[in-house]
């Protein structure tokens, strides 16, 4: 529970979780700065702020190991790691991700891996990233005509992008349930109170797995992500834990919010009858329908920082040490950035959003899920006009992430 002013928010709050957006109103209004107690997190909701602490790696930095104990999280508070766990961890800690460095170690990394996501590279794949989404139509088609429950999460917008990052990073086919799983062990241990024992063990097989395929690709490269990253070019080349964290990071950061892309599009576009007409009248209007679904309800919602001085934000002070929530899905609905936030639109610029984050951490991947929502909207559209509920969906229990469990959706032969 957190007190700041007259306002009180708790982010792990199950109303909160459910629809988190008349709170964020309540803290860009009143308490724009907003210190939360349990957990100790300084919540940022306005899209000005937001931004401005997401470009200034300098004093907001992604560092976990600056300055703040990032060892209890906060947003699995309730459970604890095995011994074992914690001595890997502190082994594994020294090597920071993209996602956890500050210049000049975040600098170094990310020119390093740039080459794997360059548009024109991730552009090629999109012929097959379309057979992907026919594919999974067929079998939602095909169950449908069984009589089958059909879950547009568990059987489409899951596994899509799993499959497109398997394939990407050469993985066979055959791993590809373990890829899942491991994937979501981790993000359930994470950000959303699931075990953590189940989570360690998961990040060390994945680890263990990454290891294997990495001495593999070195004495047999081939055409896929993982070679190329092996493979020295002018930047020189990763070095084996960087490649592994790396590989590790890529199927966290890209499943779950690919995954809950998809799945909230289809939930605002089943609440909105006329704008779900519009798209099978006009498939092309699928890239609008994405960057909005990006803006009104965004995968992730908020990115953690850790202040590496003292900071004053309109008059509150935030100590140096101190753990920071810029809430991206706050900021896409602040009223001082959009026309109707509130409202879910295909006529605005919605591109601007910062779904994908602003500045140096900016999303790598972010063309890949783009390519992959379109699809994924275009052939539902195309395919499955007449979609509807087929019962009450289950949301992910994190305030961070937004997104579904489970969505049963009805197709219509
Ligand atoms: C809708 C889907 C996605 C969303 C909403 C999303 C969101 C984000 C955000 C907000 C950040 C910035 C984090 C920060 O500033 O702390 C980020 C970074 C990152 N994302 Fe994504 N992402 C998505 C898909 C993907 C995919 C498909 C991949 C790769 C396969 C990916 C890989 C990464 C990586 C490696 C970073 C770290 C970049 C850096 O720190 O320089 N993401 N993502």
């Known amino acids: ?47 000005d702020d937001v931004v401005l602490a997401l470009r200034d790696a300098t004093r907001f930095s992604s560092d976990p190991g600056t300055g703040g104990d990032f060892a209890d999280n906060p ?49 090629q794949w999109e012929p097959r990233i379309r057979e992907i989404t026919e594919s999974l139509m067929d079998e939602l088609a095909d169950r449908a005509a069984r009589g089958e429950s059909v879950d547009l999460v568990r059987d489409f917008a899951s596994p899509l992008p799993t499959i497109v990052i398997a394939e990407l990073m050469g993985i066979p086919a055959a791993r590809r349930d373990d890829f899942k799983r491991w994937s979501d062990h981790l993000i359930d241990g994470l950000l959303t109170g699931g075990d953590t024992r189940r989570m360690a063990t998961s990040a060390a097989a994945i680890s263990l797995f990454f ?30 834990m960087d490649l592994i964290v ?18 909230n599009a289809v939930h605002a576009l089943l609440d909105r009858p006329a704008v779900w007409q519009q798209l099978i009248a006009e498939p092309g209007l699928a890239a609008a329908a994405v960057e909005e679904t990006l803006r009104y309800d965004s995968p992730g919602q908020g990115l953690l920082r850790c202040t590496t001085t003292e900071v004053r934000l309109h008059e509150v002070v935030i100590p140096a040490g101190a753990r920071v929530l810029p809430l991206v899905g706050s900021a896409n609905r602040d009223p001082g950035r959009w026309d109707a936030p509130d409202e879910f639109r295909l006529d605005r610029n919605s591109n601007d959003h910062i779904a994908f984050g602003v500045g140096i951490h900016y999303c790598i991947g972010n063309a890949l899920a783009r390519m992959e929502a379109r699809a994924a909207l275009e052939t539902l559209a195309r395919r499955a006009p007449a979609l509807s509920r087929a019962g009450h969906p289950i949301r992910i229990p994190s305030p961070v992430l937004r997104g579904f469990r489970s969505l049963p959706i009805r197709i219509e032969p």
């Open 1 to 47: 529970m957190t007190e700041t002013g007259t306002v009180a928010f708790d982010l792990n709050d199950p109303d909160v979780i459910a629809d988190p957006y008349p709170h964020y109103a309540r803290l860009r209004e009143h308490a724009s700065v907003h210190h939360s107690t349990a957990p100790d997190l300084w919540l940022l909701s306005r899209y």
């Open 75 to 123: 947003f699995n508070p309730s459970t604890s790691l095995p011994g074992w766990a914690t001595r890997l961890i502190d082994r594994v800690l020294p090597t920071r991700t993209l996602l956890t460095s500050d210049p000049p170690e975040h600098t170094r990394l990310r020119k390093k891996v740039s080459r794997a996501f360059a548009p024109r590279r991730i552009a």
């Open 211 to 240: 290891a294997r395929t990495v001495r593999q690709r070195r004495r047999h490269p081939g055409e896929d992500l993982v070679s190329l990253l092996v493979t020295p070019d002018a930047d020189g080349v990763l070095g084996t």
């Open 246 to 263: 790396f590989c590790v990071l890529l199927l966290v950061a890209g499943n779950e919010t690919t995954t809950n892309l998809v799945s």
